[in-house]
Every structure is written in C-alpha cells, then in structure tokens.
C-alpha cells in the first residue's frame, strides 16, 4: 500500500528543477552586473567631481592673481622689464612668471611630488624667502600644462590662455580625465 502512494504523489522532475536552478542564476548574474555597473558609474562620477573642484579651485586661484598682474619694473629678475608676464618650459610643462599686485615675483609650474604632478606657487624673488606651496592636491595629477600669451588686437593688454589636463589619481576604474582651458587678462592698464 505505500508503495502505491509514492507513485500517484506528483513532484518536480529533475528537468524541471534543473531550468528553475538556470533561470534563477541568470537572473542572479544579471542583476549583480547591473549593480556592479552602477557602483562603477558611482565612483566614476565622484572621481570626476573630485577632479572638477580641485581644477575650479586652482582656476579661482590663479585668476585672481593673474587679473592683478603688473608690469615688471626690474623687480623681478627673469621677466624682462615692461613686460607683464614671461612663459618659459620646464620639465613637466610650461612656467608662468609675473609680477603679482603686492610686488611680488610669482611663478606658477608643475613638481612631481613622487605620487602625482602637482601645481605649485612661488612667490619671491628666488631668495630663501620665498614662500611655495601646491595649489593642487595629490589625489589630482596634472598631466599636462601650457600658457601662451597673446595680446589683445584693441590694446596691448596681455591674456594668458591656460591648458591644462588633469585625471584623478588611482586604479583605472576611478581614473577620471579632464581637460580645460580658460583665457584671463590682466586688469593692470598702466
């Protein structure tokens, strides 16, 4: 008698629970590569931002001591006399050297702080004086610099034309590049 129970007891075929086991793991699959893109999408998109407030930053910075440049009276040894400001290259790009509105000699470059290239400040006169700092955090690494200098067609009012191009420093799932420029002018008319 209990033999005849078990064969009229309905139950799941081995086929049956195999296509349940497969459907189930695709879906699985699907939805962890689904969270995995957005986490991904997440980190990109704070690597980027991180990278956008650091270059605002440097920007506000910079503009404001570029808009107060003065000419150079034979205050400041390497940029000739009567001129505003003096590009030289250096060896991770270009230098910017300018008189700023305290008489002041300032040089903005690119160092290498041995984890990324940062932006760097000097303002002096080359003497042990001299006050530096980075104006970039080590998390940005700047990868290239340029200034040129171009005069405006109505005045010889100098504009410095910024390029530059910064990515985040980590594995290359964070690695968030960025490249900018912007063109300042000097509020100085004397």
Known sequence: MMKNNLKHKKGFTLIEVLVSVSLFS???????????LAIDGQRSAIATQNVQE??????????????????????????????VF???????????????YYGKCVSYFLINDGV???FEIVRGDGGSSDISG???????????????????????????????NASAVGGNSLESAMTLQTSITSRYYK
């Open 116 to 118: 990324s290239n940062r």
């Open 134 to 164: 980075f104006i970039s955090p080590a998390k940005i690494n700047i990868n290239d610099l340029h200034f040129s200098l171009n005069s405006l067609a109505s005045s010889s009012q100098p504009m410095v034309t910024i390029n530059l």
């Open 86 to 100: 003096y590009i030289s290259s250096g060896s991770l790009g270009d230098i910017l050297r300018f008189k700023n």
């Open 26 to 36: 695709v879906i699985i699959v699907s939805v962890a590569g689904i969270f995995k």
């Open 54 to 83: 650091s270059l605002k930053y440097f920007l506000e910075v910079t503009a404001k001591e570029i808009r107060m440049a003065q000419t150079n009276k034979g205050v400041c040894p390497i940029i000739p006399n009567d001129s």
